[in-house]
């Protein structure tokens, strides 16, 4: 089984910053199986990235991923007031713990 | 536009079954290329997957809930079911429905329903 981690936990952030999230296999997966989510409180997870770099339909091209083998980042490239909350890698039946996107 | 739309108890008694329905919208179930996920968010905490069960019918299920899981599809309803049997306070959770793109990634979620475990 595969697991995901995720750092950091918490990313104290203001609108227009950069955000790099941070998500590692505990063994090389295929690019194409690794995906990222954004929850905000009481809603369902959103998908923002599958296969690592593909941005889902809808999603805002300040959302990028990127990596490969064990390694794999989500970038923000300037956040919006929208865009705090948590997010989750995925890689088939694992979720990483989460990353947290909060204001500074 | 697809939609999905879970139902059932939201408070389940301690060693009994957990039973919820996700019900879709706006496609087939039986399209090819998908399968159909049951997700769990206990309060405060992260996400945890319960299972798929494949358009062919085939399942795959978490192995630390195997024991304990079932997800079974009505075709003719449209529909989709979970079953988790011998329930602790530990279940207690929000179960989302999800479809996925074949076991990849999940492309649309239900908004999920809060179950919790009490006597």
């Known amino acids: 089984e595969i697991v995901l981690t995720q750092s950091p936990g918490t990313l104290s952030l203001s609108p227009g910053e950069r955000a790099t999230l941070s998500c590692r296999a505990s063994?090389?997966?295929?690019?194409?199986?690794l995906a990222w989510y954004q929850q905000k409180p009481g809603q369902a997870p959103r998908l923002l990235i599958y296969g690592a770099s593909s941005r889902a339909t809808g999603i805002p091209d300040r959302f990028s991923g990127s990596g490969s083998g064990t390694d794999f980042t989500l970038t923000i490239s300037r956040l919006e007031p929208e865009d705090f909350a948590v997010y989750y890698c995925?890689?088939?039946?694992?979720f990483g713990p989460g990353t947290k996107v909060d204001i500074k | 536009q697809l939609q999905l739309q879970e139902s059932g108890s939201g408070l389940v008694k301690p060693s009994q079954t957990l039973s919820l329905t996700c019900a879709v919208s706006?496609?087939?179930?039986?399209?090819?290329?998908?399968?159909w996920s049951w997700i769990r968010q206990p309060p405060g905490k992260g996400l945890e997957w319960i299972g798929y069960?494949?358009?062919?019918?085939?399942?795959y299920y978490n192995p630390s809930l195997k024991s304990r899981v079932t997800i079974s599809v009505d075709r003719s309803k449209n529909q989709f079911s979970l079953k988790l049997s011998s329930v602790t306070a530990a279940d207690t959770a929000v179960y989302y429905c999800?479809?996925?793109?074949?076991?990849?990634?999940?492309?649309?979620w239900g908004q999920g329903t809060l179950v919790t475990v009490s006597s």
């Open positions: 063994q090389s997966v295929s690019s194409s199986y």
């Open positions: 706006g496609g087939s179930i039986s399209s090819g290329g998908y399968s």
């Open positions: 995925q890689q088939y039946g694992s």
């Open positions: 069960i494949y358009h062919s019918g085939s399942t």
């Open positions: 999800a479809r996925a793109y074949d076991f990849w990634f999940f492309d649309y």
